[in-house]
């Protein structure tokens, strides 16, 4: 059974960072594309970022190209989003999900306000 655990959200001021995180198990972690979510209160879930298999290759939605980072460290089992330059819009509840399997996590949430 596929497990995914994000976590490190939080209140961050406009202009902030933050780290998430997102610890996958029940799969062969290395062999999956990742990404990140994230679902914006009365919005539909939407596309942040994807990294490819050995993280050769990210792709961002144009809303946070610049300011987001995928990335991933296989032998963790994990996968990163550094996010900077932090705006409102930003703020919602962000999910890590592999390209192969329909599981979702419990997600972690990010409010950016001052």
């Known amino acids: 059974q596929v497990q995914l655990v994000e976590s490190g959200g939080g209140l961050v001021q406009p202009g902030g960072s933050v780290r998430l995180s997102c610890v996958a198990s029940g799969m062969i972690f290395s062999e999956n594309i990742m990404y990140w979510y994230r679902q914006a209160p009365g919005k539909q879930r939407e596309v942040v970022a994807v990294?490819?298999?050995?993280?050769?290759?990210?792709n961002y939605a144009d809303s946070v190209k610049g300011r987001f980072t995928i990335s991933r460290d296989n032998a963790k089992n994990t996968v990163y989003l550094q996010m900077n330059d932090l705006k409102p819009d930003d703020a919602g509840v962000y999910y890590c999900r592999s390209g192969s399997y329909p599981d979702w996590g419990q997600g972690t949430q990010v409010t950016v306000s001052s």
């Open positions: 990294i490819s298999t050995a993280g050769s290759s990210t």
